[in-house]
């Protein structure tokens, strides 16, 4: 075995020298890329020879001495690939081989590469170098085109697989658009302290039959027609939240793992939420906007608010209700930290939209502050602490103007979410 092996890297290494012109070989392959996040998927398409040795080299725009490349599903032998780092370029070259002369690492006319993770600021090239090897150790080299769909280089009818984004987890189907009969594989992969709630692929009103494969994966069988692919998570019974700063038994724990599972709140990291950092106006809004079901809406008529920010629906939504309003220079300031007040205001509109009853006012003369209260939110101080959303932060001060945290937010939305 560990000769074949070498004689494949070997034979991929001397090879490599060569020019890149195209050997005696009976398909026509391509490069394929999806980026997914921080990840980009690589898959060689168009087949029709059986693959013992790969050697693939991509030159990415921009310094990324640390991108790495992680094999996935492959009975192959995988060495470390090689990045060169220089001049503003980034040179990465990945290797593989067969384990024996009898089985090849590709399937089908597909071979699944793995992921890349750049690392760094890189542009991702529309070229690649391409060297693959069949079990003689015939090679074909050529600098392959990079495409972004699979449905090129097919003569059959394909047809579309699509997928929702689930909260809590993510969905993967490979491939993304495949012939009747084919067989697709679906990835799940659960957020931490998560698991598979529900896992649907459905033909127009039939639900396909699903085959668990193990480790997350399962498949179908393609119909004659587009396929929706559809997956929820749920939190794993006695699951922790991910976030090293919310520990069990602290004072908000209960707060943030209810509007995390939701989608409401996310972390500010993999495993931070950062519960003393600030929460901002436009950050409220998009939670509101969530709740409301994220409807259709148009632009937002706000100076500071472009199209393209993940607010600009939300803000856009939440001004057309009656739910926030601007400032007087026509401004939202979608970045500003949001107030106590501000947020009991946008909390008290929100709940009327909705028809909830709002009509209870408590007496804030017991707090010192309560004068400081700008006029525009008095009602909604008053309606707000009455329903315990805003209660001060000590016996004799509320902080109307005061800002609210990111763990003070979880509190009192979900409060709000569970009352109203």
């Known amino acids: 075995m560990r000769r074949i092996k070498a004689a494949l890297l070997a034979a991929l290494c001397l090879f490599g020298t060569l020019p890149a012109t195209a050997l005696a070989w009976d398909s026509e392959p391509r490069l394929v890329l999806q980026e997914e996040g921080s990840r980009v998927y690589l898959t060689v398409e168009g087949l029709e020879d059986q693959v013992y040795g790969l050697q693939l080299e991509m030159t990415l725009e921009g310094d ?40 090849p690492i590709s399937r089908d006319r597909r071979l699944y590469l793995g992921y890349l993770e750049p690392k760094g600021g890189c542009t991702l090239p529309d070229r690649a170098r391409l060297i693959l090897m069949d079990r003689d150790l015939r ?13 090129d280089g097919y003569d059959g009818d394909e ?5 929702n984004d689930p909260d809590h987890g993510t969905l993967r ?12 594989t679906i990835t799940v992969s659960p957020d931490p ?21 193990g480790g997350g994966s399962y498949t179908f069988i393609m119909p004659g027609g587009e396929v929706d692919v559809e997956a929820s998570f749920r939190l794993r019974e006695g699951g922790a939240l991910p976030f090293s700063d919310i520990p069990e038994g602290f004072w908000c724990y209960d707060e943030v793992q209810y509007v995390y599972e939701r989608g409401l709140m996310n972390g500010t990291g993999p495993s931070t939420f950062s519960p003393n950092g600030s929460t901002t106006r436009s950050m409220i809004v998009a939670i509101l906007y969530r709740m409301e079901g994220s ?6 008529d706000f100076a500071d608010v472009s199209p393209g920010q993940y607010y600009a629906s939300a803000v ?5 209700n009656g739910i926030v309003n601007g400032y007087s220079d026509g401004t939202f300031r979608p970045g500003a930290a949001i107030t106590r007040e501000q947020l009991a205001a946008f909390l008290y509109r929100y709940a009327r939209y909705k028809g909830s009853d709002v009509s209870d006012r408590a007496d804030l003369s017991a ?11 008095v009602e909604a101080v008053e309606w707000a602490n009455a329903a315990g959303l805003v209660n001060g932060i000590s016996q004799t001060t509320l902080s109307p103007r005061g800002t609210a945290t990111r763990a003070q937010a979880a509190v009192i939305l979900t409060r709000f979410a569970r009352n109203f």
């Open 64 to 103: 990324c001495p640390d991108a790495a490349f992680t094999a996935e599903e492959l009975d192959a032998y995988v060495p470390d690939c090689r990045v060169e780092a220089e001049g503003g370029e980034t040179a990465v070259t990945i290797y593989m081989s067969a384990l024996t002369g009898e089985d």
């Open 139 to 151: 090679a074909h080299a050529e600098t392959v085109f990079v495409g972004s769909d699979f449905r």
């Open 159 to 163: 047809y579309r697989i699509s997928i």
């Open 173 to 184: 189907v490979r491939p993304s658009f495949a012939e009747e009969g084919e067989r697709v």
């Open 193 to 213: 302290g998560y698991e598979l709630e529900d896992l649907t692929a459905s033909f127009g009103r039939r639900d396909l039959r699903l085959t668990e494969r």
């Open 295 to 300: 409807p259709a809406v148009g632009g937002a």
């Open 316 to 320: 856009a939504w939440a001004s057309a």
């Open 367 to 377: 707090y010192a502050d309560s004068a400081g209260i700008a006029g525009y939110a």
